[in-house]
Structures are given as structure tokens and as C-alpha cells.
């Protein structure tokens, strides 16, 4: 049973219980139901006060099914988006979920099941979400696999290439799908990670794909300035969602987040904030090429 943590709010209302390690000792099979996952992640943001920063506009999020990607759709469709999301077919009972809970804020939700590590069905996600939606204004770049490996010589070429194609190949697909469709004021959102800044002793091909989203988020900004598309990156700490308990030990998965300053992973709708402010020109508007790390505590600053 997670023991929770009392954080006070900042402005008035009752504190929030956030759930700490050890959870429950569960492994879950890849890639990770994220109903079978106990606690159950946060994602609805209770506490958060939307205000139609993305009234009328069109996202597409890639692994919004669950996790983080599934907190994001629904506080895009809070703040007025119809979003468009992408998952594997497994992860059906997920994309449900976030359908029904983005209808349930009155907007329009497009499921797009498929594997993204095919250049031809990053470019239908495109052509579909257009096609059912009307537009595109966002597109938030979030799918990932991870496998840890004690030793570099423990990763096989297979698994090496699978987190490069799933991690960083769909970034550029998407993208360059995308661009002929997003007008000036548009916003490109990647999911990066702290693994990407900092390495990570057990996920060497996932560390630097993420070093790679850093990149491209920076040179991809440069190129697109004058076009008036923002590029921007999230790289979260640890965060409660399938990924992680879908790849470590139970043991370790109990305890996933605990070495952070505030003992605990983040939750989901902590961290999905952070992609309404990229996407909201009322929030960014001079901001582009920008990585910001929520880490529970830590810092990346010299």
C-alpha cells in the first residue's frame, strides 16, 4: 500500500495527498496497461483551472493513451482542444479511457492505433487527424519504449534499434508530416527526460535517444522561427505511469521515484501543465528552443 504525501496548495483548498513508495511489488507486461497499474496514476489535475487557452485549436499527442500523454489530452480538451491520440493496439482499453474522459469535457477525441515505428502510419496519423478534426495546431511528440540493460553488451541490435525507431524516428516523422499543415502560432511539444541530460547506468539506448529529442528540439526551433512554429521540450523526472513498472523488477518498481529531494515520482497531471504553457501563445509566445525539467526537488542549473 503507497503511503501519500501532504503538499499544500498555493493558494487556499485542502492539501493534496500524493501517493509515495513502496507501492505495490507488481511487474506489468510491455507496454503496460495503465489500469492494471496500483495506484492508479493521476491525471485529472483536479486542482487545475483551465481557461480556454486552446479554445478551437486541433492537438495531435503521440502515446496519449496513457501515462503522461494521457494527461495531456485531457487538459488540452479542458482548455478547449480536440486532441487526436496514437497507441499501440494493445493498448486499447487505455485510448478508451481517454477518449471517454475527453468527451466527457464536451470535445472531439480520434483514435489512431498503430506502430509508430512505421514512417507510413506517422504520416497517416497526420492525414487522419486533419481529416476528422479539421486542422492541426499542436503536435506533442511523447511515445517512448525503454528496456534497461546492466551492461552495454546486455543490448541487443534489436533493442537498440527498436528505441531508436520508437524514441526519436517518429519525432522527425510526425513532424515532417505535420508542417504543412501548421500555420504560424502552431506549437511542436517532445517529451524529453532528465535521462537525456544526465545518463542513466541502466538505460543507455533510451538515455540517448532522449539526448537526441534535446537536439532536435533546439535545431528544429531554429529552423522554424521565421515560420512562427514554437519547439519546445518537457523532460520529466521519475513519473508514475506504465513505462517503468513495465520494465523494472517489481522490487525496484515499488520503490520507483523514492531517491528524488520530494520522495516520491511525479504524477502525471504535475506534469502536464507544463505542455499547456508551450502550447498556449498566451503563455510562450517568446519562447521556443526551451527545455524545462520537473524533477521533484533536483536541479540542472551550473
Known sequence: ???????KPASGGAAVQEPMPPFEEKHLDKPGIESEL???PRYYAPKYKPAGKLEG????????????????ALIYAREGADVAITYLPEEQPDADETRKQVEACGRRAVLLAGDLTRKEF?????????????????????????????QPEDISDEQWDRTFRTNIYPYFHVVKAAL???????????????????GSERLLDYS????AILAF??????????RGIRVNCVAPGPVWTPLNPADLPAEQAAEFGS?????????PEEIAPAYVYFASEADSSFVTGEVITLLGGETTGG
Not at 500500500?1 to 503538499?7: C, L, R
Not at 485549436?57 to 495531456?72: H, K
Not at 531517491?259 to 504524477?267: E, L, S
Open 57 to 72: 485549436m486541433v492537438a495531435l499527442i503521440t502515446g496519449g493513451d496513457s501515462g503522461i500523454g494521457r494527461a495531456v
Open 180 to 198: 504543412p499543415h501548421l500555420k504560424r502560432g502552431a506549437a511542436i511539444i517532445n517529451t524529453g527526460s532528465i535521462a537525456g541530460i544526465r
Open 38 to 40: 496500483e495506484p492508479r
Open 122 to 150: 506517422c504520416e497517416q496519423t497526420v492525414e487522419r487527424t486533419v481529416a476528422e478534426l479539421g486542422r492541426l495546431d499542436i503536435v506533442v511528440n511523447n511515445a517512448a519504449y525503454q528496456q534497461s540493460q546492466k
Open 259 to 267: 531517491q528524488t529531494p520530494m520522495g516520491r515520482p511525479a504524477q
Open 208 to 211: 540517448a535517444t532522449k539526448g
Open 217 to 226: 528540439t533546439r535545431s528544429l526551433a531554429k529552423q522554424l522561427v521565421e
Open 1 to 7: 500500500m503507497a503511503k501519500s504525501s501532504s503538499k
